[in-house]
């Protein structure tokens, strides 16, 4: 599997640079490896946080804080390692995507009254996300024992996708274009690189979704019981 210098070296490949840096943590000294220790960071997290890529998906039981406000019921400790929340759960949540209502819940109830299952009906609860008076990240709902599911910070280069790790290379090459060759053409190999980028993201994008089976049906409470 790549290592962060691999990427790095072939994100220079792509700008027709034939260094071959050794290392960027710390930078070994070449004009080279210092841009790319500049530029990997942001070119990893802003693609992380371009889609919900499954080998950065997460979900976990959330930790509890004090409460300061009445708009919310719950307030809790966002993960050290969460990038994007994608979906605050009840903690006896089957799946993300169906629920089971109730006479208290929904009108229309069968004759036998018994659960109407409706699928399509949608799990996730309300949440917002803000900085608490300390700094530290903290996520209210109204969900009590929430279970969250985010993507996280994902540094490890070998949990990447070949694909992930492909658009990868070609965004960084985006950044490293304007430093490495400099003006006009400096800029138009940026716009190139950037082409290239997008086309590898949407690639990955595909694969990506392919490996998941997540379909809503959307069917609606007073058939779903018949």
């Known amino acids: 599997m790549p290592s962060v210098v691999d990427i790095c070296n072939l ?24 841009h790319c220790a500049r530029f990997y960071p942001i070119a990893r997290d802003t693609l992380l946080q371009m889609h919900n890529w499954n080998f950065a998906s997460k979900r976990v039981t959330l930790a509890a804080v004090t409460m300061p406000y009445h708009q919310w019921k719950y307030s809790y400790a966002a993960p050290a390692d969460m990038m994007v929340a994608v979906a605050v759960l009840p903690p006896e949540a089957e799946n993300d995507y169906a629920t089971k209502f109730t006479p208290s819940d ?17 799990v996730p609860q309300r949440f917002s996300i803000e900085m608490d008076t300390a700094g530290n990240k903290v996520i209210y709902t109204d969900q009590d024992g ?10 490890d280069p070998t949990k990447f996708d070949p694909l992930f790790t492909l658009a990868l290379s070609w965004h960084l090459a985006s950044m490293l274009a304007g430093p490495v060759i400099k003006g006009e053409e400096g800029a138009a190999e940026a716009k190139r690189c950037t082409q290239m980028a997008l086309m590898y993201l ?25």
């Open 11 to 34: 994100a220079l490949a792509h700008l027709g640079d034939d260094a071959n840096v050794a290392s960027i943590d710390p930078p070994e000294g070449s004009a080279q490896a210092e």
């Open 106 to 122: 929904y009108p229309y109830w069968n004759a036998n009254y018994t659960p109407i299952v409706a699928a399509g009906q949608y």
């Open 202 to 226: 949407g690639q990955a994008r595909a694969s990506d979704a392919n490996q998941r089976d997540v379909k809503v049906q959307h069917i609606v409470p007073w058939t779903s019981g018949r």
């Open 146 to 155: 929430a279970l969250l599911r985010y993507q996280s910070l994902v540094s």
